[in-house]
């Protein structure tokens, strides 16, 4: 298998990992009714120490030959994240799932992230990679959209959600530098750890969220899994096909997420899912977007 095919299937990993627990997160909220900025921070610092426990000699390693400069732009990255983890989800409360996934992670996001890493990577996409990303975004917005979420509306969450895109795809650029030249799992470590703590840390200080119970701790904590797992996939790309493929590619995420859905509906019919309202055009959404992936794969001839 070539390195591009490989690097394409694990991004693609990352997509369904993050997909099971963005349903995982949803089950969290509302079964035991854990506040969503909880659900966001534990499991990242969970996530952290786990990829820590598996590789404990490369993390300090890792740890001692950031230096100064590098903690900086580790603690830039974690920044970023937090503050874009906390709009993102400010923005859901205000607009919905829907409209956030289309214009943040199946749009603007990759966007941003196209036009930094053109900017500062000196990435470049050729011809059949701009037409593959196309048809990636165009699936995307076919599966994820209905009548609510292509309004034309602009308010102060549409702002938050393209804020949020900015600044996590400013934390993309960043971690693609610093994986030049440093260890991808003790990496992908101190990012969650250190975001999590951020993101949780804001929020009690600011009085945003309670500390949950038992129960529900045990649960964030055992979800720590999906994080770890998919930022390590996702960050595994950056370095080895770019951080343009890599941020097309994982914006497939939203349509896993409705693929597992319906999978879960299959197998539990009473299980409660918000379900696309026309199941044919997310279909046909889905086929363009991988139509638009192994235009993706193929072109790598021209790279």
């Known amino acids: 298998m070539e390195t591009r095919t ?4 694990i991004v693609l990993l990352s997509a369904v990992i993050v997909a099971f627990e963005s349903i995982a997160v949803e089950a969290l909220i509302n079964i035991e009714d854990i506040n969503p900025l909880l659900v966001s921070s534990v499991p990242l610092i969970s996530g952290g120490v786990l990829l820590l426990a598996i590789s404990p000699k490369a993390f300090g390693s890792f740890v001692r030959g950031l230096k100064v400069r590098g903690w900086s732009a580790m603690l830039i990255i974690c920044a970023l994240g937090a503050i874009g983890i906390f709009l993102w989800f400010d923005a859901v409360s205000r607009i919905g799932a829907s409209k956030e996934a289309i214009l943040g992670g199946g749009s603007s996001e990759v966007l941003f992230i196209v036009l930094l890493s053109a900017l500062f990577l000196k990435e470049r996409l050729n011809r059949w990679e701009i037409l593959g990303s196309v048809l ?3 699936g995307v917005f076919v599966v994820l959209s209905n009548g609510e979420s292509v309004s034309l509306d602009v308010g102060f969450g549409e702002a938050e959600a393209i804020l949020s895109s900015l600044l996590l795809a400013a934390s993309v650029i960043i971690t693609t530098f610093l994986l030049w030249t440093h260890d991808l799992t003790p990496l992908s470590s101190v990012q969650l750890i250190l975001s999590g703590a951020m993101l949780l840390t804001g929020s009690l200080a600011l009085g945003l969220a309670e500390p949950p119970g038992i129960r529900g701790l045990l649960l964030m904590l055992c979800l720590g899994i999906a994080p770890g797992l998919g930022l390590w996939t996702y960050n595994a ?35 409660e899912m918000i379900l696309p309202k026309n199941l044919g055009l997310a279909i046909l959404g889905g086929v363009v977007a991988f139509l638009g992936v192994y235009l993706l794969e193929v072109s790598g001839s021209e790279s």
Do not use: D
């Not at 490989?6 to 299937?9: A, E, G, N, P, V």
């Open 237 to 271: 790309g950056l370095p080895k096909i770019g951080a343009s493929l890599t941020s097309i590619l994982f914006a497939l995420c939203g349509i896993m997420t409705v693929a597992v859905q319906v999978s879960i509906t299959v197998v539990f019919p009473e299980a």
């Open 136 to 138: 990636v975004l165009l």
């Open 6 to 9: 490989k690097y394409i299937i």
